[in-house]
């Protein structure tokens, strides 16, 4: 059974920081590439930072230079460390694996910035 678990989220104030983590199991973890989504109210959801394989990373232009992504392949967890927060940060946080067409999510985990 593959689970993907993300913890990590909470409420912050505007300028501060918070580190997702997502602990994944039931796949070969080195395999699969590895990304972050989030999803407003209201909005869609978007790709915020991915990380390949090969470690090679990408991430959307809003968070470039705050977040950044990082995987510890011996421990089956991703990471995202989020700085300079602000409101528009505010979402769901979802894990995400994918290797070829197969495609697993977590449940997600709330992040709200906020004064």
């Known amino acids: 059974q593959v689970q993907l678990v993300e913890s990590g989220g909470g409420l912050v104030q505007p300028g501060g920081s918070l580190i997702l983590s997502c602990a994944a199991s039931?796949?070969?973890?080195?395999?699969?590439?590895m990304a972050w989504y989030r999803q407003a109210l209201g909005k869609q959801r978007e790709l915020v930072a991915v990380i390949f394989r090969d470690g090679t990373t990408n991430y959307v232009d809003s968070v470039k230079g705050r977040f950044t992504i990082s995987r510890d392949n011996a421990n089956n967890t991703v990471y995202l460390q989020m700085g300079s927060l602000k409101p528009e940060d505010t979402a769901v946080y979802y894990c995400?694996?994918?290797?070829?067409?197969?495609?697993?999510w977590g449940q997600g985990t709330q992040v709200t910035v906020s004064s």
């Open positions: 995400f694996a994918q290797r070829s067409v197969t495609k697993y």
């Open positions: 039931g796949i070969i973890f080195n395999m699969y590439n």
